[in-house]
């Protein structure tokens, strides 16, 4: 009951509610969607970025500048969605070593809203990479970011226990 209680409370925070199951899931059990991990940390440094596209010295100057002003940017929300995730965790691990459920965490609206803000100026962030990048470095990061996706959730279900 507690372990399924502190899932609850941790997907509360960190994910947003499917409206369909994935296929696969099983009846009566809820498919869940856990934030993309470039949210929190950020998509690559320009040195990660130059070994992971290949870039050359002009689009590594493009991608510093874009990468920067991001950055800047959306500190503040970042660093809001590192606190509260620490804070669901710490109160966790509470739970689990005292036995007792954790209270529901406070400002979760809010904390979606965070979110979804991030998640709009990602998606502005990566348009912008079409000015810096040619279409294979598109579809280097592009396949980047679904690994870093699905080894956050395995990540998560191991943490958790959850099946795969």
Known sequence: MTRAFLLSGLLVLLAAPLPAQQPGRGPGRTAFKIPDPILFNGPPTPEDFLDLVGLDSTQYDAYRVHYTTFMDNTRPQRDSLLEAR????????????????????????????????????????????????????????????????????????????MPP
């Open 86 to 161: 620490r804070e669901m965790r710490d109160a966790m691990v509470q739970a689990q070593t005292s036995g007792t459920p954790p209270d529901r965490p406070a400002g979760g609206g809010q904390l979606q809203k965070t979110m979804g803000e991030l998640e709009k100026r990602q998606k502005d962030f990566d348009a912008g990479l079409r000015t810096i990048l040619r279409e294979p470095q598109i579809k280097r990061y592009e396949s980047w970011r679904k690994e870093e996706l699905a080894r956050a959730e395995k990540a998560l279900r191991e943490r958790y226990g």
